[in-house]
């Protein structure tokens, strides 16, 4: 998954020195799944003898992109929705998003048969929907 960065947000103290940077991030596998998120960078995150004041956009970006996989497991899924055609379900929308330390982000995903090998679709519950996001967030997120 390519991810974007769509904003960068400052938090300067009273002696002009930057305390945290919001990076927002947005993601999105076509058809299956959207990423949008507010990944929060302190200065615990960077190397020893750096500060957020010496790193580029860029830099930021790459900090907070390396966090993102570290929450993904962590989603509250929130809601899930079947859609439905010709009074049979054709496929499932869940929502799943996390507010943690400072950083905020929502997961959609669009799941279909596919994504469940060993029951009908109409049959999905709540863990199995949430095994099939699992299973997508960690092929667009491996971790090493």
Same mark, same amino acid.
């Given at each position: 998954m390519d991810l974007l960065n769509t904003s960068i947000s400052y938090s300067i103290d009273g002696a002009g /020195? *930057?305390?945290s940077v919001i990076a927002g991030i947005r993601g999105e596998v076509e058809n299956r799944l959207t990423v949008t998120a507010n990944i929060? @960078?302190?200065p615990e995150d960077l190397a020893e003898g750096s500060?957020?004041?010496?790193?580029s956009k860029r830099e930021l970006f790459t900090l !907070? *992109? !390396?966090k993102l996989p570290d929450f993904l497991p962590h989603l509250t899924y929130t809601n899930y929705q079947f859609f439905v055609q010709n009074d049979a379900p054709v496929r499932v929308t869940a929502y799943? /998003?996390?507010s943690n330390t400072g950083s905020y982000? *929502? @997961?959609n995903s669009t799941l279909d048969q596919s994504d469940f090998?060993?029951?009908p679709i109409g049959s999905v519950g709540y863990e199995d929907v949430k095994a099939a996001v699992k299973t997508i967030l960690n092929k667009e997120f491996p971790t090493s």
């Amino acid at each position: 998954m390519d991810l974007l960065n769509t904003s960068i947000s400052y938090s300067i103290d009273g002696a002009g /020195n *930057t305390t945290s940077v919001i990076a927002g991030i947005r993601g999105e596998v076509e058809n299956r799944l959207t990423v949008t998120a507010n990944i929060t @960078v302190y200065p615990e995150d960077l190397a020893e003898g750096s500060t957020l004041d010496d790193l580029s956009k860029r830099e930021l970006f790459t900090l !907070a *992109t !390396a966090k993102l996989p570290d929450f993904l497991p962590h989603l509250t899924y929130t809601n899930y929705q079947f859609f439905v055609q010709n009074d049979a379900p054709v496929r499932v929308t869940a929502y799943s /998003n996390l507010s943690n330390t400072g950083s905020y982000i *929502t @997961v959609n995903s669009t799941l279909d048969q596919s994504d469940f090998t060993d029951k009908p679709i109409g049959s999905v519950g709540y863990e199995d929907v949430k095994a099939a996001v699992k299973t997508i967030l960690n092929k667009e997120f491996p971790t090493s």
